[in-house]
């Protein structure tokens, strides 16, 4: 049987023209029975049949109190979560919820060709991965950096394009433990193009497969 993911595109803030997209993109990466939803109820419900949850693109508060509950009972008991691009300007009047992603959207500069340094190239989220990797997005700012609360697989390099606040040490895509299960999350992913690109598509493949534990001798 198909590992099952849901996916989450819940928008209350700003709205993504490449939701759509981005999860036509996922119903073709691997083998997956993909659920996709915008209804806040279906985080009420049992999860546990669920290799991962996937918030992509979400915005603005999107839970009911019995979804967070939900869904920190999830991962906290050993489920898989990843979030793609705005998932990190979701739930911030949840603090659980900055924890378990790592970090929060600040903001960004426009949309611009710039740099992606890998740093992991264990991860099967970046393996496939050139060391510098040239990728054209938003380049989101954090609120604080995660380094040293996740593990840092990639980071922007701010000097390949105009507006990063963030310095030297801008982490872009990470993964950390969240109780027993895990969390990744990329900050890539803005336009419909990303989800057409192979390396990009290999990119969030990994991060999925890492997050639902689908492949345990990877990363």
Same mark, same amino acid.
């Given at each position: ?28 990466? @691997?083998? +997956?029975? %993909?659920?996709? /939803? ?5 985080? &009420? ?8 949850? %996937? +918030?992509?693109? /979400?915005? @603005? ?8 509950? !939900? ?6 008991? #050993? @489920?898989? +979560? %990843? #979030?793609?691009?705005? =998932?990190?300007c979701t739930e911030y009047e949840w603090p659980y919820y900055g924890e378990l992603l790592g970090a929060r959207f600040d903001r960004h500069p426009e949309f611009q060709p710039?740099? %992606? ?17 040239? +990728?054209?997005?938003?380049?989101y700012d954090f609120r604080t950096n995660p380094r040293g609360a996740v593990r840092v697989l990639a980071a922007a390099d701010e000097s390949s394009y105009d507006g990063g606040?963030?310095?030297? $040490? ?9 109780? =027993?299960?895990?969390?990744?999350? /990329?900050?890539? @992913? ?6 057409? $690109?192979? $390396?990009? !598509? ?8 890492? =997050? ?5 001798? &990877?990363?």
């Amino acid at each position: 049987m198909s590992p099952r993911l849901l996916v989450h595109t819940r928008t209350t803030a700003y709205r993504h023209d490449s939701i759509p997209a981005a999860i036509a993109a996922v119903r073709t990466l @691997g083998d +997956f029975d %993909v659920t996709a /939803t915008e209804d806040p109820a279906v985080l &009420e419900g049992p999860l546990d049949a669920y290799a991962a949850v %996937v +918030f992509l693109s /979400t915005s @603005g508060e999107i839970l009911t109190p019995a979804g967070r509950e !939900r869904l920190a009972g999830y991962v906290d008991g #050993g @489920g898989g +979560f %990843v #979030g793609v691009h705005a =998932a990190a300007c979701t739930e911030y009047e949840w603090p659980y919820y900055g924890e378990l992603l790592g970090a929060r959207f600040d903001r960004h500069p426009e949309f611009q060709p710039g740099r %992606v340094v890998v740093e992991d190239r264990t991860h099967p989220a970046t393996r496939h991965l050139p060391d510098v990797w040239e +990728f054209t997005d938003e380049w989101y700012d954090f609120r604080t950096n995660p380094r040293g609360a996740v593990r840092v697989l990639a980071a922007a390099d701010e000097s390949s394009y105009d507006g990063g606040a963030m310095g030297a $040490d801008h982490p872009l895509v990470w993964c950390r433990e969240q109780g =027993a299960g895990r969390v990744f999350y /990329t900050a890539l @992913g803005h336009a419909c193009e990303a989800y057409e $690109d192979p $390396d990009f !598509r290999a990119h969030l493949l990994g991060g999925i497969t890492w =997050a639902a534990r689908l492949d345990e001798d &990877e990363g």
